[in-house]
């Protein structure tokens, strides 16, 4: 495909992201329940379209952690708990596609930084996991084990600069929204509303930072001269 067909078809399917996006959404907030079913499945099939259009050289990776995400997102909207399970199981390959695909491009490399960062998060888990363990019954092991992954997309994410560590964050406040439902706690107004755009806005900030940067690693490599 040329640029310019590649540009077009780029901006296409991030309008339809968009679109998809605000009509989800906004489906959330009247209680449609119809249109939230037909329009989640959707969301993260055409964000990966987008960037590999978007970015030819996107990295390998990011499409199954795209797709990963989507299979979840189904998975959860059958409900249950086998369901349930599964999705989580989806949601934990697509962390382990995100924080290699953060190690691969160096966001440990910042020894100082990556320890701070690491050790905030940390205790963050730590007391969130203390005070959900008791009312999360039979998912105890499961939402520690998931929740430490997040985590880890968190803290990587934070080593590759402000706009995946943006969606790091965003994800894991997404997924603790759910975690508190599961819980037993008192839901916060519009607390679907608020995981939904939360979760939208940390895999766009993913998805955009992680080709924004393999963008930049070509072009200083092309930049570079040439040696005997």
């Known amino acids: 495909m040329n640029p310019t067909r590649r540009l077009k078809a780029a901006r296409g399917l991030l309008g339809a992201f968009a679109a998809t996006s605000v009509a989800h959404l906004g489906a959330i907030a009247t209680g449609a329940t119809a249109l939230q079913h037909a329009t989640k499945p959707a969301l993260m099939p055409l964000l990966a379209a987008q960037t590999l259009a978007a970015k030819p050289g996107a990295p390998k990776l990011l499409a199954p952690a795209l797709l990963a995400g989507a299979a979840g997102d189904v998975l959860l909207q059958v409900g249950g708990d086998t369901a349930f399970l599964a999705g989580m199981g989806s949601f934990a390959a697509a962390h382990v596609c995100y924080v290699t695909m953060f ?98 806005a940390a895999q766009y900030l993913l998805a955009t930072g992680l080709t924004a940067n393999a963008q930049k690693g070509r072009e200083e490599l092309s930049t570079q001269p040439a040696t005997a």
């Open 103 to 200: 190690v691969q491009r160096g966001a440990l490399d910042e020894r100082r930084r990556t320890l701070l960062t690491a050790a905030a998060y940390a205790t963050a888990w730590a007391t969130l996991i203390s005070r959900l363990w008791p009312g999360l019954g039979g998912l105890q092991i499961p939402v520690a084990a998931y929740s430490l992954l997040l985590a880890s997309t968190a803290v990587t994410s934070a080593g590759l600069g402000l706009r995946t560590g943006a969606g790091g964050a965003l994800f894991l406040l997404s997924d603790t929204l759910i975690a508190t439902r599961l819980a037993g706690w008192t839901p916060l107004p519009a607390q679907n509303f608020l995981i939904m755009a939360t979760y939208i």
